[in-house]
C-alpha cells in the first residue's frame, strides 16, 4: 500500500492490484456507513489505485492543517482488510444475445469453440470492480488472466450502444455510442446509463454482474 497525497483534502492509495484496490474500497464504504470515517465527498476506485476525496470537508477542525487526511494516512497501513467474499450482495442479471462481431477472434484466443464464448463468458460472475470512460461504464472483473484478450488493432469509430466487449482480462458493455477498440461479443438492451433514473447508472463499484443468454430480440 502507498499513500499519496492529492491537494489539500484527497488521498490517492495505491495497491498491489484489481482485487486489494476492490477489498479497500468495500472497507472504505463500510467504515463510512458505520460512522467510522472522517468526513468524505467521494471514494473513487479504479484498476489499482482508489482515490478518497474531501477528506475532512465538513469537519470543522480538520480545516486547519489537513489534520483529518493526515490522520487517515496514518491510520489506513494499520487497518485489517479482508478480501471480498464471493457471492455476496444482490446481482444485476445483464440478458445478451451473444451475436458479437468479434466472437471468432475471442474464441481463437481463448482456444476453444465459438459457441463455447457464450458457455464461458455467462457462466462466470463479475464484480464492478471500477466505472469510466464514459457515464455508466463499469469495468467488470471475474474472467482471469487464462481469458484474457488484446483490444482490437485499430479501434472502431463507431460502437453501437448496448455492445458487450472484452479487452484485457475486462467487460464492459457501451451504455451509449462511441468509439471502441474492445471485442464485441454481445448486445443487450438494458440502458446502462439514464440520468432520468436513480440511480442514473445501473452497475456502480462493487456489483455483482452475470450475463444472461438469450435468443432473437429479447436481450432488453
Not at 497501513?77 to 458479437?100: K, N, Q
Not at 481463448?110 to 469510466?132: K, L, Y
Not at 483490444?151 to 450502444?161: D, E, H, I, Q
Amino acid at each position: 500500500m502507498r499513500l499519496l497525497p492529492v491537494g489539500d483534502r484527497a488521498l490517492l492509495v495505491e495497491l498491489d492490484d484489481g482485487a486489494e484496490a476492490a477489498a479497500l474500497h468495500a472497507e472504505l464504504l463500510r467504515r463510512r456507513a458505520d460512522g467510522a470515517l472522517p468526513p468524505v465527498r467521494e471514494i473513487v476506485p479504479a484498476a489499482r489505485t482508489v482515490l478518497i476525496d474531501g477528506i475532512g470537508a465538513s469537519d470543522g477542525a480538520a480545516r486547519v492543517g489537513g489534520d483529518a487526511r493526515d490522520r487517515l494516512a496514518a491510520e489506513l497501513p494499520r487497518w485489517t482488510i479482508a478480501p471480498l467474499a464471493p457471492g455476496s450482495g444482490a446481482v444485476v442479471e445483464i440478458p445478451v444475445r451473444y451475436d458479437g462481431p468479434d466472437l471468432a477472434e475471442v474464441a481463437a484466443a481463448w482456444g476453444v469453440g465459438v459457441r463455447e464464448v457464450a458457455g464461458i463468458h455467462s457462466g462466470t460472475e463479475f464484480h464492478v470492480a471500477f466505472c469510466g470512460f464514459a457515464p455508466g461504464f463499469g469495468y467488470l472483473t471475474g474472467l482471469g488472466d487464462r481469458f484474457a484478450v488484446p483490444r482490437r488493432t485499430t479501434p472502431r469509430t463507431s460502437v453501437p450502444a448496448g455492445s458487450v466487449a472484452l479487452a484485457g482480462t475486462y467487460t464492459g458493455v457501451y451504455p451509449r455510442s462511441s468509439p471502441g477498440g474492445w471485442r464485441i461479443v454481445g448486445t443487450t438492451g438494458l440502458t446502462l446509463w439514464d440520468p432520468e433514473r436513480e440511480p442514473a447508472a445501473l452497475l456502480s463499484p462493487g456489483a455483482r454482474v452475470r450475463f444472461v443468454p438469450v435468443s432473437g430480440g429479447a436481450a432488453g
